[in-house]
């Protein structure tokens, strides 16, 4: 499953080697380096974003392999005497041997991030296989895991400090020509996805100005100004002079995205900007068949508001005792929160007063952490945090996160700069676990092949060597400046308005379509008839957060999303 870029370097090498092939394909030349070099000295070879498992018949082995920064899925369960593995977890569910069984743990994490983690599924006894690692089974059942790439080799190098950011922002864009050129390589027309984002303008710029292709650039916006990412996209393609299609998406649409959710994603999935993602690729598929992504500039450059902010965070805090810090948590955990929250609401009416609680009790979890690991870990709470949600299913918050990349050993292990830490987190964990899930299922699903050019492993390995000041560092102005170095090199194409504008996620109006066009969706999955039926949660939980949202306007819409989305999951793909 994928592709392996550049396969025609790998093929004219084994040719000149004597190697005959009987066709040009890149699958052929994939089984003939592993022939030669065997599979972990090929797949550090390859260039490209795949899954794929190869039998060996003399030494009786099954390798399944996994690209390294998780671009493609690979899922799989071991039985007594059985192997089931597939690109997607329904296709283990159309086996009768699967299992169906919920596995607490993952949805522990998915209530918590809005996603599993890691070789955690949803399902207990499936696995998934984690990004540049070797799963090889040999025909006795025997097991090995290895790992072929690691972001772990690759640190802040002191070598490039005194390089001048004109030099090294020259060094990326040889590495981003050369990424982009590859996957520019199609027997059919490729477009490209214009967000007006930095990275998307990035992969405009490059292809148009620097590789001279004229490729369709498409984008997708909301009837709500808020959310609308067009006029940003607009101003992007008037100024490189490319060709750009623009598709609005009205309510109808969005909900009809709604009922489609859970067919796309075959695993609850508590992003909501994968009902977007699943648009954009619907209509980038009535286009083309092949389409550029820009994911993952972010986790690689420092594009993320919150790696500063969270980093001054822990710098106040660390000149604090951890003893006292926790005394305090604990004293004004005391507190009725909700009367508190209720007294600062009362001069902003009282629909904040969820929120308030919210924002409350996440300073207080904040305030009583005891390390930077642990700070770090509540940066990835996105509907419960951890405690709730190892309260709710009476499991232990360590059993959420311990032996994944989340863990104290992996979070501190590779970087001793709080900002690089949270980097290398996100680049770990929600990287391969959120952003690329969402965009390989949206597109699978409609037979769209995405490409994400940012995410060649040679970019990464650039970006992860770099000193920080170099992607978190004075800009023009002189004050603080994200993604530094892609910034510096996106001002040969585009002014400073464009560049500098804020940061908009990709995001829907999901407040008010939970409480309009949703809702009766909501009740019907949501009712305590149907959460006993299913069976994972007390009908008391549910019945809490939907209280808080429906009573009061200003209610945690992301919660209701995460338990309406696990219901229809396991209607679609559990129930029998």
């Given at each position: 499953n994928g592709e392996?870029?550049?396969y025609?370097?790998l ?34 070879r ?7 498992v190869v039998?060996?018949r ?6 399944l392999?996994r ?6 899925p ?10 089931l593995?597939g690109?997607?977890?329904?296709a283990l ?14 949805i522990?994490q ?5 996603y599993?983690?890691g ?6 006894g ?6 540049g690692h ?7 059942g ?19 400090q ?7 922002a020259?060094e990326?864009?040889q590495?981003?020509?050369?990424a982009f050129?590859y996957?520019?390589?199609?027997d ?14 990035l992969?405009?710029?490059?292809v148009?100005?620097s590789?001279?292709r004229?490729?369709t650039?498409?984008?997708i ?22 060709p750009?299609?623009v ?5 109808s649409?969005?909900?009809?995205g709604?009922?489609?959710?859970v067919?796309v ?14 648009l954009l ?9 092949v389409?550029?992504s ?6 690689q450059?420092?594009?993320y508001?919150s790696?500063a902010?969270y ?5 106040k805090l ?6 006292l ?6 004293s ?18 009282n629909?904040?007063?969820?929120q ?22 509540t940066?990835?709470?996105k ?12 499991l232990?918050?360590?059993?959420l ?6 863990a104290?050993?992996?979070?501190l292990?590779?970087?001793?700069v ?16 959120d952003?690329?899930t969402?965009m ?13 050019p ?6 990464a390995?650039?970006?992860f ?9 004075p ?5 603080p ?10 001002r040969?194409w ?5 560049v500098?504008a ?8 999901l407040?008010?379509?939970?409480r ?5 969706v ?12 299913v069976g ?7 019945r809490?957060?939907?209280s808080?949202?429906?009573d ?6 992301e ?7 696990l ?7 559990i129930?029998?």
């Open positions: 392996v870029y550049n025609r370097e093929y004219s090498e084994r040719e000149a080697a004597g190697a005959r092939f009987r066709t040009t394909s890149d699958t052929e030349v994939v089984v003939n380096a592993i022939r030669i070099w065997g599979v972990a000295e090929a797949v550090r390859f260039i490209g974003m795949f899954a794929f039998w060996d003399n030494s009786r082995e099954l390798s392999v690209d390294r920064v998780g671009i493609k690979l899922f799989y369960w071991i039985g007594t005497d059985q192997l593995f690109s997607e977890i329904r569910l159309a086996h009768p041997a699967s299992p169906r069984s919920i596995d607490r743990v993952g522990g998915y209530l918590t991030t809005g599993t983690l070789e955690t599924t949803a399902l207990s499936v696995k998934q296989l984690l990004p070797i799963l090889s089974i040999g025909a006795d025997s097991t090995r895991t290895s790992c072929y790439w690691s972001l772990s080799d690759y640190g802040r190098t002191q070598g490039a005194s390089l001048p950011l004109d030099e090294l020259e990326l864009h590495l981003v020509k050369s050129a996957r520019l390589v199609s059919v027309p490729v477009a490209s996805f214009l967000s007006g984002g930095i990275d998307s303008s992969v405009a710029a490059v148009s100005k590789l001279g004229d490729i650039n498409i984008s916006g909301f009837g709500e100004e808020a959310f609308d990412e067009v006029p940003k996209a607009r101003v992007v393609a008037k100024a490189l002079d490319l750009h299609e598709r609005y998406v009205d309510p649409t969005a909900e009809s709604l009922q489609q959710f067919e994603y075959d695993q609850p999935f508590g992003d909501t900007s994968g009902i977007p993602t699943a690729c619907q209509v980038a598929s009535e286009r083309v068949k389409a550029l820009a994911d993952g500039g972010d986790e450059f420092c594009g508001e790696y902010r980093s001054r965070v822990w710098e660390r000149r604090l005792p951890v003893g810090r926790r005394i305090a948590a604990k004004l955990g005391i507190l009725p929160l909700d009367f508190v929250a209720g007294l600062g609401a009362r001069t902003r009416e629909s904040l007063r969820p308030l609680r919210a924002r409350l009790q996440k300073a207080l979890d904040i305030l009583g952490v005891t390390s930077e690991a642990e700070l770090i870990r940066t990835f709470e509907g419960w945090s951890w405690s709730e949600s190892s309260a709710i299913l009476d232990s918050p360590e059993s996160f311990g032996g994944t990349v989340l104290d050993e992996v979070v292990g590779d970087d001793d709080f900002v690089g830490r949270m980097m290398r987190a996100d680049f770990r964990a929600f990287l391969p676990d952003i690329l969402k390989d299922r949206a597109s699978m699903h409609v037979s769209l092949e995405t490409r994400d940012m995410l060649d492993h040679r970019i390995e650039f970006a060597q770099l000193p920080l000041h170099q992607i978190y560092g800009g023009p102005s002189g004050n400046e994200h993604k530094r170095i892609v910034k510096h090199l996106l040969r585009l002014p400073d308005s464009v500098n804020p940061k908009r996620g990709f995001s829907i109006p407040y008010s379509w939970m309009g066009i949703w809702k009766p909501v009740m019907d999955y949501l009712s305590d008839e149907t959460v006993r039926r994972i949660l007390e009908p008391e939980v549910v809490k957060e939907l808080a949202f429906y009061h306007p200003g209610g945690r819409a919660r209701i999303w995460m338990l309406l989305n219901h229809m999951w396991w209607d679609r793909w129930k029998r």
